[in-house]
DNA sequence: ATTAAAACTGGCAAGCTTAG
DNA sequence: CTAAGCTTGCCAGTTTTAAT
């Protein structure tokens, strides 16, 4: 998954993190660092596990979620310059006269009012967060886009796919997990892919042998669905093609 | 312990400035 | 010109601090 769709589809405790936990890794949303479960890693004379040491990675490399939030895009915060100055300020635990002095405002009931209309903006953005959730659940019949491999050699709109298509794709070509026919349109022939790529492990290396006869469980012509995965950029292999494996 | 004073907070209305 | 954003003053409560 593209890394902002992942930082979007992040809860707000994951947000608030900084980094969401996958099966056997933890990946930071704001840069896609990933640390894996079992592993340890030294930093200054310590040692962290995975977690802890994602932590240690955030405060390193983005100072902190907050910092990294605020300073992101007006389009993206919906915050004015000058809100994020006094949302810093407010953090750093200034209080109003503080600040007022800090910015050389007059008076301090103007940060009075921001603490007031930021606030009042909070409130807003939940009530509407809140709505946009209900939507999503109440709008089932929706096409939910299956989202593209991010590897995909082509893509364009017509690849998007929604689920009931991308179903009904798997059905009519697939029986007992064996593929009838390669299909001749390039949508469905990418959902058949997709669902062929499934078959392989991640960061696993296959021999050309071994890709062949996985391949062959699935579909007689083998060198087709082989020669295609790699077309489509699911797999890469070696130049001389003595290795194989799933791009990320 | 009670009370008075000071400091802080939330909120409203209004004027000023500026980007589009 | 308009709307959005910023600044300010004022009032009403609340909480904290100091004084008795």
Redesign the pocket.
């Known amino acids: 998954m593209e890394l902002s769709d992942l930082f979007w589809s992040a809860s707000l405790e994951e947000m608030k993190r900084g980094f969401i936990e996958e099966e056997d890794s933890f990946i930071c949303l704001m840069c896609g660092e990933i640390t894996e479960k079992g592993m340890v890693y030294p930093y200054e004379d310590k040692f962290y596990l995975a977690e802890k040491y994602m932590g240690v990675h955030i405060e390193r490399t983005h100072l902190s979620v907050f910092d990294y939030l605020i300073g992101m895009d007006k389009k993206l915060t919906g915050l004015?310059?000058?809100?994020k100055r006094l949302l810093t300020l407010f953090y750093q635990g200034k209080?109003?006269?503080e600040i007022?002095e800090e910015?050389d405002?007059?008076?301090?009931?103007?940060i009075?009012?921001?603490?007031?209309?930021l606030?009042?903006k909070e409130r807003q953005a939940k009530t509407f967060l809140t709505m946009m959730e209900l939507l999503k659940e109440k709008d089932e019949n929706a096409p939910t886009f299956v989202p593209v491999h991010k590897t995909a050699t082509m893509v364009d709109e017509r690849y998007n796919i929604t689920q009931t298509e991308q179903d009904q794709i798997v059905k009519k070509y697939f029986s007992d997990g064996t593929l009838t026919k390669f299909p001749p349109k390039e949508k469905q022939r990418l959902v058949i892919l997709r669902e062929i790529s499934k078959q392989l492990k991640k960061d696993d290396m296959y021999e050309e042998k071994e890709l062949n006869q996985i391949l062959k469980g699935i579909y007689d012509d083998y060198v087709l669905i082989r020669r295609y995965l790699i077309e489509y950029g699911f797999i890469d292999r070696k130049s001389d093609g003595s290795k194989y494996w799933l791009k990320k």
Do not use: P, V, Y
Request: hydrophobic share 20%; proline share 0%.
């Open positions: 004015t310059d000058h809100q209080n109003d006269k007022k910015l405002i007059g008076s301090a009931s103007t009075r009012h921001h603490r007031f209309a606030k009042e």
